[in-house]
């Protein structure tokens, strides 16, 4: 049996549902998922395995045009995976018309190398009528040479199949790059401290997410089997700080649990979150705290 393997780059504007997509593929909590935009920041390998075959999607940040330094480095993370991948998959939603982001992504794939394959995933089909869908599908067809379009629902669970067969179709002929256990090539409390962002992007007001950011402190297993984590929420402004912890704790502790729930999951054992809040302004455009953060 002839085995196929490559990497896929998956690119969209903000919130058209990249994470959904491939946390449902790979059928695991990977990347952060909310209604927010910034939800993914940084490059994420999430691998996908079957018995013929071995997909690297590398999920990306949304489009957008940078307004800081963090701005800078996630526009960075997304256009430089053009260069890495064998496919690349350009995920939109049914919006009715091409919008200044979706045009400026247009744009940067007609200059990407000529051989690359672009597949265009419409996602959020359950939110259309099927003509409305023709006129989508039309409004896209014309924009680039596209192997295929795709309509799907990330959240239903509509097109992945077909989308999956095209994929492995269009993959050459290669190697196992990862061994099948692993799911991401980013380490356990990388993907802790996106779960526990999520959470915090989930719960709380419009204005406090963009701010937030998050590091593990401490990670490790004690003598009863009991995952010890400890974690520190950062945001931009003490206002922020007061609604991030809530009346009498009552925000951050919402946003522990849900963590430690998703986390357990994760490792499938018990786990002990502790959460602590500071203030760090203006981090976003602070290079040497864009890297401590793990942003460059």
């Not at 400026?104 to 009528?129: G, S």
Request: charged content about 30%; overall charge neutral; hydrophobic content about 35%.
């Amino acid at each position: 049996m002839m085995f196929k393997s490559g990497y896929v780059g998956v690119l969209g504007r903000p919130n058209v549902g990249k994470s959904t997509l491939l946390n449902r593929i790979v059928g695991e909590k990977i990347s952060a998922v909310s209604s927010k935009p910034q939800t993914t920041r940084n490059k994420i390998s999430i691998i996908y395995n079957d018995e013929d075959s071995q997909i690297i999607f590398l999920d990306t940040p949304g489009m957008q045009k940078p307004g800081n330094e963090l701005g800078k480095f996630m526009q960075k993370e997304s256009e430089s995976s053009l260069d890495e991948v064998d496919i690349v998959t350009y995920i939109v939603d049914t919006s009715t018309k091409i919008g200044r982001l979706d045009r400026m992504i247009i744009d940067l794939l007609k200059k990407a190398p000529k051989n690359l394959k672009i597949i265009l995933l419409i996602n959020k089909i359950d939110q259309v009528k099927k003509e409305e869908l023709l006129d989508i599908i039309n409004l896209y067809k014309d924009e680039l040479n596209f192997e295929e379009i795709i309509p799907i629902s990330a959240m239903m669970g509509d097109g992945i199949e077909e989308f999956m067969k095209i994929l492995k179709d269009l993959l050459p002929e290669g190697p196992k790059y990862y061994p099948d256990d692993i799911l991401t090539d980013r380490p356990v409390k990388f993907i802790a401290s996106e779960i526990i962002r999520e959470k915090a992007l989930l719960n709380l007001k419009e204005e406090v997410p963009h701010g937030v950011a998050v590091t593990i402190e401490s990670m490790h297993e004690n003598e009863k089997g009991l995952t010890e984590i400890e974690a520190v929420i950062y945001c931009e402004k003490d206002s922020h700080k007061g609604i991030l912890i809530g009346k009498n704790g009552s925000m951050l502790k919402k946003i522990g649990t849900e963590a430690r729930l998703d986390i357990e999951n994760l490792i499938e054992g018990r786990v002990n979150l502790k959460l602590w809040v500071k203030v760090d302004k203006n981090w976003r455009d602070n290079d040497r705290r864009l890297k401590g953060l793990g942003y460059k």
